[in-house]
């Protein structure tokens, strides 16, 4: 809530929230100020919204976004690869095999696999990576989809109502992301990551297109968008670097473990860009980043730092080492090769 608004609440009403709060544990829980302003928000939607099917829109995505989050808190730091494409692939395909041998490899490469939790490309990714890798993530519609037998009835599945919050948990808790051929879902979770990721609205991840040997449909498509999208300069040449075409199932599981070879995440602190890498490259190499990556930049050069206060006080990878400089917050298929070039050191 912008602090404006803040100032507005009536102090007895903020009095009777804080004691409320800590009530149901003050200081020892987590967020209180977050929470209050959840209180706060609620409490609005008396005179704010009289309509009692927005309202219950609203309720429903508090809670179904609070469950998710406390479902996958026990393994925050395990990385996770959501797989996506058609709940129609048959078991005899060469599709859903494919998709059985990815999520094997990278579940034996020490990553959790998240599906949609249906048919299809979704129980093979379940079925690759076993149950004990695996979280569903389902979504309750009037005529599909009952959660796969591999998932159904396991601790670690979650039923939606509404897409919104379950794309959300999608692209929230994802560290890359897998997809198979599939329909206008498929389509829409290809566009809505790329979306995300072109406009620094998700943190850039793997996004890897996999379909079987021989397969067209990525090479149709990829086809299509520079084509129509390139061509018309509807995107720039630099959004290319977005995604890759993965060859087979190991080339799809190198694509995304070489992402984290050196890289590990990255934040935004004040004007400041901070990556945190396993390995900072050297004072020779950072000048070449400087020339090679100057187009850029906004403010700062490269150059290694230390922890933040800001990360320090989030306890937020202080083992890691930090480069930082000031990101123009628009090249973000740049940034994508940047994060390359940094995983060779």
């Given at each position: 809530m912008?602090s404006n608004?803040?100032?507005?609440?009536d102090?007895?009403?903020r009095k009777r929230i804080e004691?409320?709060i800590?009530l149901?544990?003050g200081?020892t829980?987590?967020?209180p100020?977050?929470v209050?302003?959840?209180?706060?928000?609620a409490?609005?939607?008396?005179t704010?919204?009289k309509?009692r099917?927005?309202a219950r829109v609203?309720r429903?995505?508090?809670g179904?976004l609070?469950y998710?989050?406390?479902?996958?808190?026990p393994y925050?730091?395990t990385?996770k690869?959501?797989?996506?494409?058609?709940?129609r692939?048959?078991a005899?395909?060469?599709e859903?095999r494919?998709?059985?041998?990815?999520a094997?490899q990278?579940?034996?490469?020490?990553?959790?696999v998240i599906t949609?939790a249906?048919?299809?490309?979704?129980?093979?990714?379940h079925?690759g990576a076993?149950p004990?890798m695996?979280f569903?993530?389902?979504?309750r519609?009037?005529?599909?989809?009952?959660?796969?037998?591999?998932i159904?009835?396991?601790?670690?599945?979650?039923s939606?109502?509404?897409?919104f919050t379950?794309k959300?948990t999608f692209?929230?808790q994802?560290?890359?992301i897998?997809?198979?051929?599939?329909g206008?879902?498929t389509?829409?979770?290809c566009y809505?990551?790329?979306?995300l990721?072109?406009t620094?609205?998700?943190?850039?991840?793997?996004l890897?297109?996999?379909d079987?040997?021989g397969?067209?449909?990525?090479?149709?498509?990829?086809?299509n968008?520079?084509e129509?999208?390139?061509?018309a300069?509807l995107?720039?040449a630099d959004?290319?670097?977005?995604?890759q075409i993965?060859?087979?199932a190991?080339?799809?599981?190198?694509?995304?473990t070489?992402?984290?070879r050196?890289?590990?995440?990255?934040r935004?602190?004040?004007d400041?860009?901070?990556?945190?890498?396993k390995?900072?490259?050297p004072?020779?190499?950072?000048?070449g980043?400087?020339d090679?990556?100057?187009?850029i930049l906004s403010g700062?050069?490269?150059h290694?730092?230390e922890a933040?206060p800001e990360e320090?006080?989030?306890?937020d990878?202080l083992?890691l080492?930090?480069?930082?400089f000031?990101?123009?917050?628009?090249q973000?298929?740049?940034?994508?090769?940047?994060?390359d070039v940094?995983?060779s050191?």
């Amino acid at each position: 809530m912008e602090s404006n608004e803040k100032s507005r609440v009536d102090p007895a009403l903020r009095k009777r929230i804080e004691e409320l709060i800590a009530l149901q544990g003050g200081k020892t829980g987590a967020n209180p100020d977050l929470v209050e302003d959840i209180i706060v928000n609620a409490l609005k939607l008396l005179t704010d919204v009289k309509d009692r099917g927005d309202a219950r829109v609203i309720r429903t995505a508090v809670g179904e976004l609070r469950y998710a989050f406390r479902l996958f808190a026990p393994y925050q730091q395990t990385r996770k690869v959501t797989i996506f494409g058609s709940a129609r692939t048959e078991a005899a395909k060469q599709e859903y095999r494919e998709a059985v041998e990815f999520a094997r490899q990278i579940a034996r490469a020490g990553f959790m696999v998240i599906t949609g939790a249906g048919p299809g490309i979704m129980q093979a990714g379940h079925e690759g990576a076993g149950p004990e890798m695996s979280f569903g993530a389902n979504i309750r519609l009037p005529w599909e989809q009952s959660p796969n037998p591999i998932i159904d009835k396991d601790a670690k599945l979650i039923s939606f109502k509404y897409f919104f919050t379950r794309k959300l948990t999608f692209v929230r808790q994802s560290d890359a992301i897998v997809l198979f051929p599939g329909g206008f879902g498929t389509l829409d979770e290809c566009y809505e990551a790329l979306t995300l990721m072109q406009t620094g609205k998700a943190r850039l991840v793997p996004l890897v297109l996999l379909d079987r040997a021989g397969g067209t449909y990525w090479k149709a498509w990829d086809k299509n968008v520079r084509e129509h999208l390139l061509r018309a300069d509807l995107i720039s040449a630099d959004d290319l670097h977005l995604y890759q075409i993965a060859r087979s199932a190991g080339h799809a599981v190198r694509i995304i473990t070489r992402f984290y070879r050196n890289y590990h995440s990255s934040r935004f602190v004040n004007d400041l860009l901070v990556i945190r890498v396993k390995n900072v490259p050297p004072a020779s190499a950072m000048a070449g980043l400087n020339d090679d990556f100057g187009d850029i930049l906004s403010g700062e050069k490269f150059h290694a730092i230390e922890a933040t206060p800001e990360e320090r006080e989030d306890n937020d990878c202080l083992e890691l080492g930090r480069i930082a400089f000031g990101f123009d917050r628009r090249q973000y298929g740049r940034l994508r090769q940047l994060i390359d070039v940094l995983n060779s050191f």
